[in-house]
C-alpha cells in the first residue's frame, strides 16, 4: 500500500505476518542460590521438533500409563542440557554433564525440578492474550 510522496506504509495483513515471522521463543531467568547470593540460570524454549523428539524419547508405555505420557524425571538432564543458556556462549553441557552436577550434589533434587519444570512451562505454556471481554 502507498500513501503519499513514495512513502510505503504495510498493510495490516503484512505488518501481522512480519511481526509474527519476527518473533523469538520465550526465555526466562530463574536465580538458584549460591554462596549468599544468587546464580541466574537463562532457559530458552525449544523449537518445535527439537521438543517433540525430546518428549519422544521419554514417553511412558504401560498399560496403566496415560498415552503421551512422559517421564520428567528421566528427561531432566537432557531437557536442561538442550534449553539452558550460557551467559558467556559457551556451547551447552551434555545430559551427563548435568547428571554429574546432581551426583556431585551441587544442585538439589528440588533445585532439579524446579529448573525442569520451568523448561516445560517455557515450551508447553499457552500464552494468554489481554481479556477482551467475551465468554
Same mark, same amino acid.
Given at each position: 500500500?502507498r500513501t503519499g510522496k513514495g512513502v510505503r506504509v504495510p498493510s *495490516? *495483513?503484512?505488518?501481522?505476518?512480519?511481526?509474527?515471522?519476527?518473533?523469538?521463543? =520465550?526465555?526466562? @531467568?530463574? !536465580?538458584?542460590?549460591?554462596?549468599?547470593? @544468587?546464580? #541466574?540460570?537463562? $532457559?530458552?524454549? &525449544?523449537?518445535?521438533?527439537?521438543?517433540?523428539? &525430546?518428549?519422544?524419547?521419554?514417553?511412558m508405555v504401560g498399560d496403566d500409563v496415560e498415552p503421551g505420557s512422559? #517421564?520428567?524425571?528421566?528427561?531432566?538432564?537432557? &531437557? &536442561? !542440557?538442550?534449553?539452558?543458556? !550460557? =551467559? #558467556?556462549?559457551? =556451547?551447552?553441557?551434555?545430559?551427563? +554433564? +548435568?547428571?554429574? $552436577? *546432581?551426583?556431585?550434589?551441587?544442585?538439589?533434587?528440588?533445585?532439579?525440578?524446579? $529448573?525442569?519444570?520451568?523448561? +516445560?512451562? $517455557?515450551?508447553?505454556?499457552?500464552?494468554?492474550? =489481554? #481479556?477482551?471481554?467475551?465468554?
Amino acid at each position: 500500500m502507498r500513501t503519499g510522496k513514495g512513502v510505503r506504509v504495510p498493510s *495490516a *495483513a503484512s505488518s501481522f505476518w512480519e511481526r509474527l515471522e519476527d518473533r523469538t521463543l =520465550p526465555m526466562a @531467568t530463574v !536465580a538458584l542460590p549460591h554462596e549468599g547470593g @544468587t546464580v #541466574d540460570i537463562v $532457559l530458552r524454549a &525449544l523449537v518445535p521438533a527439537e521438543w517433540e523428539a &525430546l518428549c519422544a524419547t521419554y514417553l511412558m508405555v504401560g498399560d496403566d500409563v496415560e498415552p503421551g505420557s512422559v #517421564d520428567i524425571r528421566a528427561m531432566r538432564p537432557a &531437557l &536442561l !542440557a538442550a534449553s539452558v543458556v !550460557a =551467559p #558467556d556462549g559457551s =556451547p551447552p553441557k551434555d545430559p551427563g +554433564w +548435568w547428571e554429574r $552436577l *546432581a551426583k556431585r550434589g551441587a544442585v538439589t533434587s528440588g533445585e532439579l525440578d524446579y $529448573l525442569s519444570e520451568r523448561c +516445560w512451562e $517455557l515450551n508447553r505454556s499457552v500464552p494468554r492474550g =489481554p #481479556d477482551l471481554g467475551k465468554d
